[in-house]
């Protein structure tokens, strides 16, 4: 925990140009309610240490305890949620049998009343999610959790331990689409390091390009995203 509470420092550091709790006041008000969607697959979860840096360090921005909750699928019934006025997104990336890859942008699912709803022609319209009253303009912290990223998959909600690698990474900002682009080219290129051979997602993850060329919610071209490393950057990937 006191690893992972360093590494989201360092990103928030790197994100405001402020050091310290500076960085997270920066980014939340002692009047906020915040809500921390996490993901709680059982197999490759947001990880305990990671919502509990998170919280910690927004208590210490001043938030009040009670108006801080983390949530995964009960985030529509969730008093705190439904009050929210600020949200932190953090999640794994893995493959995903009906997305390519489960992500950032495909997290605030459960906002949704009918999650099933966004699954037609692989995910492609997931950052319609994005729009929904319970979330938009809401998000003021993504944190993709590449610390043991699924990398290959078959079949719905397919976990083998073969396919999971220690990265040991945290991608950080305020676009989630970026973050996402980013983390997909990590998981690309471990794909053809282990595979030996290009071999394409199926179903491929349109939905963070089309985030970004048909909703126009972030930025997914490589060329236009500009990353910060921070640490070693052995194996990167990027």
Known sequence: RDIVLRMLDDA?????????????????????????????????????????????????????????????????KNPVFQRA?????????????????????????????????????????LAKLWQLPAVKGKTRLNVLVMLTPQFHGVGPHSFNP??????????VGFDAVACDAVGLRMIEAKRRAFFGEDRPLAPPAKHIGLADTRHHLGTADPSKIEIVRIGYDKDSLI
């Open 85 to 125: 006025t600020a949200l932190i997104n953090a999640r794994p990336m893995r493959t995903h049998h009906w997305a390519g890859v489960g992500s950032l942008l495909k997290n605030y699912i459960m906002f949704s009343p009918e999650p099933s709803s966004y699954h037609d022609d692989s995910c492609a319209d």
């Open 12 to 76: 928030v550091a790197a994100l405001t140009g402020r050091q310290g709790l500076d960085g997270w006041r920066a980014l939340l008000r002692p009047s906020d309610v915040v809500g921390i969607k996490t993901n709680r697959w059982q197999y490759l979860s947001t990880t305990p240490e990671v919502e509990s840096a998170i919280e910690q360090r927004v208590q210490d921005a001043g938030v009040r305890p009670q108006n801080i909750a983390i949530d995964d699928r009960g985030v529509l």
């Open 162 to 171: 073969k396919y999971v690698w220690t990265y040991a990474g945290l991608v």
